[in-house]
């Protein structure tokens, strides 16, 4: 293990409702933001940066693929090289052992709470729903790279803009020239949105599903009440 790679134990847990007391601050832990491309997630990480940094908490913000230099090398490669679907996962979870070791990791040791744009979900609703690749080969990759001292690092809490493709699709139209995954047709973003749904059905206390397909201030009020809901 890499001398980067803190103990992995020291986050306080999210429960599942009935369960023990939620921390009543995110700090040390380990938020991710999921949903298909066009969900409109940045705009809420940021506002949610803010709100927590107002309160005196430390947050680092984050994204995948990338975080740091190397992380960011490999992100230009996978959005704009063609490659096979093997390759497309070892270099997405290459970047995200570079990005725990060096970021992540070391982030959460010294207490903050790390506002991750994507993370492993990503993985199985893209590489795994989306291109159909080998999910239990999805899952030896996760083990290896998300192993620390004290387990294997999951976030603490996933957020999932959840959106139909169709909005998805109008929303992407107007945007910038699309990478990769932009150029991918409808139907292989509502096999990604399955996937995410799936990751959601399979671990309902982690994730928090919200209606992406609002206005902006709604999702963002949604938000802000499901939060709250959970004391954070
Ligand atoms: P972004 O534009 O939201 O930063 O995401 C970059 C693209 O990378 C997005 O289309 C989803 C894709 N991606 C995967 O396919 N697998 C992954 O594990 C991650 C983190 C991202």
Do not use: N
């Amino acid at each position: 293990m890499s001398a980067g790679v803190a103990p992995a134990g020291a986050a306080p847990r999210l429960e599942a409702s009935g369960g023990s007391p939620v921390p009543s601050t995110p700090a040390g832990c380990l938020v991710t933001f999921e949903g298909i491309d066009g969900a409109g997630k940045s705009s809420h990480i940021g506002r949610l940066a803010e709100r927590w940094q107002a309160r005196g908490l430390q947050v680092e913000r984050t994204r995948e693929p990338g975080g740091t230099p190397l992380a960011e090398a490999l992100r230009e490669l996978v959005l704009q090289q063609p490659m096979d679907a093997l390759t497309e996962a070892l270099l997405i979870f290459a970047a995200r052992r570079d990005h725990l070791c060096q970021r992540i990791e070391p982030a959460l040791a010294t207490g903050a709470v790390v506002l991750c744009d994507r993370f492993t979900d990503a993985s199985f609703a893209y590489q795994g729903a989306g291109r159909g690749f080998d999910l239990d080969l999805l899952s030896t990759l996760e083990r290896w790279v998300q192993q620390g001292p004290a387990g294997l690092r999951q976030p603490d809490l996933t957020i999932w803009f959840d959106l139909d493709p169709a909005i998805a699709a109008r929303r992407l139209a107007a945007a910038r020239a699309p990478d990769r995954f932009e150029q991918q047709d409808e139907a292989f973003f509502h096999r990604v949105r399955a996937g995410y749904a799936a990751r959601c059905a399979a671990e309902p206390a982690r994730f928090l599903r919200i209606d992406a397909g609002q206005s902006l201030d709604q999702v963002g009020a949604d938000l802000d009440a499901a939060l709250a809901a959970r004391g954070w």
